[in-house]
């Protein structure tokens, strides 16, 4: 979720953002066939609050703002765990010098995996400024290298853009980016995954193949990010049609490896 590298402050964390998206390929789409996996993390979000055992509310650190000219700060009542669901919610509000306040859950410091299957089921919200993600960040916080497993903006609800960052030989940030254009992802809930494997990613919506990359595949445990930013330099800020709160709806996070 990051296209440029962050202030000295906060150089172990990266900006969230897709970076030229090209077109995925021309191939018969393949399905995931998930009997081929076994879990190893995973939250369904049954209880009425959220799992600390698995879940940090903020970036590494207890940072809860970011760069990009983001404008949420991460509340600790940015979210609640309610019917199953776990909702992350934006709000026109201001605290910690942002005007709007906002949820993420991180599982830095419980949780990290080297390749596997990494799915989200969720649902997102319309309007200018919003810009849920699901992505994979390094154990280590260092950054990149990064896999975004989904970002949607907004304004776009029918787009999904799927990317991967890196850095070259001359320590330069590459990144490689795809969008999928399907239906309007904030009016049910839809499933995303990545299949991260040595040297190739494989993205998957509502199970079915629409993106994949052999560049910049990294190779180091990584722990996983769910979040609702608002505004920044990719979607813009909230306009006057921008309705809040604005909900990303998360029904489970898993994460598998191959059997």
Not at 15 to 29: G, Q, T
Not at 192 to 209: L, T
Request: glycine content about 10%; proline content about 8%; aromatic content about 12%.
């Amino acid at each position: 979720m990051s296209r440029f590298p962050l202030p000295a402050c906060l150089l172990t964390l990266p900006l969230l953002c897709a970076a030229a998206p090209s077109s995925p390929p021309a191939r018969s789409a393949a399905r995931l066939n998930l009997r081929q996996w076994r879990l190893t993390f995973s939250d369904d979000f049954n209880g009425g609050t959220l799992d600390r055992k698995k879940w940090e509310d903020a970036y590494p650190g207890g940072v809860r703002t970011h760069g990009n000219n983001e404008q949420q700060y991460y509340a600790t009542d940015g979210y609640e765990v309610k019917g199953g669901v776990l909702r992350l919610r934006a709000q026109r509000r201001s605290r910690g010098g942002m005007p709007y306040t906002s949820g993420m859950v991180s599982s830095f410091g419980s949780f990290s995996q080297t390749y596997g299957l990494f799915e989200i089921r969720a649902r997102f919200p319309q309007g200018k400024g919003m810009w849920p993600a699901f992505w994979l960040l390094p154990a280590t916080g260092k950054w990149p290298p990064e896999i975004d497993v989904l970002e949607i903006l907004g304004h776009e609800p029918n787009q999904v853009y799927m990317t991967t960052h890196w850095r070259d030989a001359a320590g330069k940030h590459q990144s490689k980016g795809f969008s999928h254009t399907g239906p309007d992802f904030s009016d049910r809930f839809h499933t995303f995954a990545v299949e991260w494997k040595p040297g190739e990613c494989i993205w998957y919506v509502d199970g079915v193949e629409r993106a994949r990359s052999t560049e910049g595949i990294p190779a180091e445990p990584m722990y996983v990010i769910a979040n609702l930013a608002v505004g920044g330099d990719w979607p813009g800020n909230p306009d006057a049609k921008t309705l809040f709160p604005g909900v990303m709806e998360v029904d489970h996070v898993r994460v598998y490896k191959r059997k």
